[in-house]
């Protein structure tokens, strides 16, 4: 068997560890030093700051040191001094560093530090990151991605917004460089432009063809009137088209509970059956089976947080039995306050893979002392991705981007399609005991024989 592994290099007990060796983190430190001074990063703003006002600052990037390189008449190429004589692959780096959000430049902040672990876990010595400013806007994307083709760039990693991926995708079309950005948006991939996301698309297709797999075929979904309520409702439709189902009733809600609670009403008035005392205590909820009464069988709440917390009490008490009808979620469930809800008790969801997550966490927080962010291991993938062209001769390579075999990332299986949209494998959780509980595993291959190219770090141990 063959498998791509874009994994951590390190190995216990460095990763149960309290902190990483003081070699590692020194290394580390001044290997990524160096290499963000030669390549010219700049911020354009203050420093990236985590979402909470009162949370420390994580580190922004250095600003850049004056190197003395030299200019060929035909484009310039950034050389730092410790690599030259090399035959470098230039991966410029396209974040909002100095995005008016806050959460924004956190965002950039813990992405381009995975990035970095990513290559010095590798051990590649030929890759050159080259973090440029997109401030989050079209036009900071273009400018920044006109600016990393003028200084080279053979690969860009992002950017993270739709707008700025619509800005950088056009000179990065024309220069015939790949993209591998992290916007959600389908509307931008394409023509060379990549995906490398977490798509609400995918997590509604999972969910729905695991639940039909159980014998279901009358669906019903309430969403939120917002774009990404209007998004999830149209990929359900599509996915329950896909198993021979039907969604037998829409709702959508705006605002707070007095709206969640109207919208249940008008879901329970389609048709709903009712359990008899004795009947309800001889089920568990763990043994769900598609009842052949009601509308429809099983409902998909796209919601999380405080909103899930009050949207699923409200089908309780429009009289919507989840003994009967299974609640269905996005991975916008996979948080603490979702397990704190009894009514999501035995309700379902798709995510990413937890296993390969936990071991990218684990090494993150043991190298910079805090945990990564959630978008963080998009980072590390894609940086791993140019590491691997990197050592195939250095050729950036759309063929092998679009590998249909796939790569086992930080979150698990992936592939980007030639149509620059991702396929993830995703698992199925259950609510259970005030726990989250993998009720079935993410795929460990795409191809049903189990063929996938096997390239992990060099080094066992670092």
């Known amino acids: 068997m063959m498998r791509i592994l874009l994994r951590t290099g390190l190995r216990a007990p460095s990763l149960n560890s309290g902190g990483a060796p003081a070699p590692l983190r020194a290394g580390l430190a001044a290997a990524l030093a160096l290499g963000l001074a030669a390549c010219g990063a700049t911020t354009g703003g203050p420093g990236p700051v985590t979402q909470q006002p009162d949370s420390p600052f994580v580190g922004a990037p250095p600003e850049p040191a004056v190197l003395g390189v030299e200019m060929t008449p035909e484009r310039t190429l950034l050389t730092p001094v410790h690599l030259a004589g090399r035959d470098l692959v230039r991966v410029a780096v396209l974040l909002p560093f100095s995005a008016s959000a806050a959460p924004a430049r956190s965002e950039a902040a813990h992405m381009l530090r995975a ?72 509307s931008v991939a394409g023509n060379g432009v990549y995906l490398l996301s977490f798509p609400p698309e995918e997590e509604v297709r999972r969910i729905v063809s695991f639940t039909a797999s159980r014998g ?67 089920m568990t909820g763990e043994d769900w089976t598609p009842s052949d009464g009601g509308a429809f069988q099983a409902v998909l709440l796209p919601a999380g947080g405080d909103d899930l917390r009050m949207l699923a009490p409200a089908m309780l008490f429009a009289d919507i039995d989840p003994l009967l009808v299974k609640f269905l979620g996005t991975s916008l469930w996979r948080n603490p306050a979702t397990i704190r809800e009894p009514s999501l008790a035995n309700g379902w969801f798709a995510g990413p893979d937890p296993d390969q997550r936990s071991r990218f966490e684990a090494v993150y927080e043991s190298v910079f002392d805090e945990a990564p962010s959630r978008l963080a291991g998009l980072g590390y993938d894609a940086a791993s991705l140019a590491a691997l062209m990197a050592a195939n001769g250095g050729r950036i390579d759309r063929a092998m981007i679009e590998d249909e075999n796939g790569y086992l990332g930080v979150d698990g299986l992936f592939r980007l399609r030639a149509d ?43």
């Open 115 to 186: 990035a970095e672990l990513a290559l010095f876990e590798r051990g590649v010595d030929n890759v050159l990151l080259m973090p440029r400013d997109t401030e989050g806007t079209a036009r900071g994307g273009e400018a920044a991605a006109e600016a990393a083709i003028a200084d080279g760039a053979d690969l860009i990693i992002g950017p993270l917004f739709a707008a700025a991926v619509r800005g950088a995708s056009g000179p990065a079309r024309r220069a015939g460089v790949p993209v591998i950005s992290f916007s959600t948006d389908a």
């Open 216 to 282: 279901a075929d009358r669906f019903a979904i309430v969403a939120p009137a917002t774009p990404y309520g209007q998004l999830v409702s149209q990929s359900y439709r599509s996915a329950v088209a896909e198993t021979g189902g039907v969604v037998t009733v829409e709702e959508v809600y705006s605002g707070g509970v007095d709206s969640m609670t109207q919208a249940a009403r008008r879901l329970a008035r389609a048709g709903i059956e009712r359990l008899d005392v004795s009947r309800a205590l001889a």
């Open 420 to 462: 620059g949209t991702v396929e993830r494998g995703l698992a199925v959780y259950t609510i259970r005991n005030g726990q989250f509980h993998v009720l079935d595993p993410a795929p460990e291959s795409f191809d049903p024989s189990g063929r996938m190219l096997d390239i992990e770090p060099d080094d066992g141990e670092v």
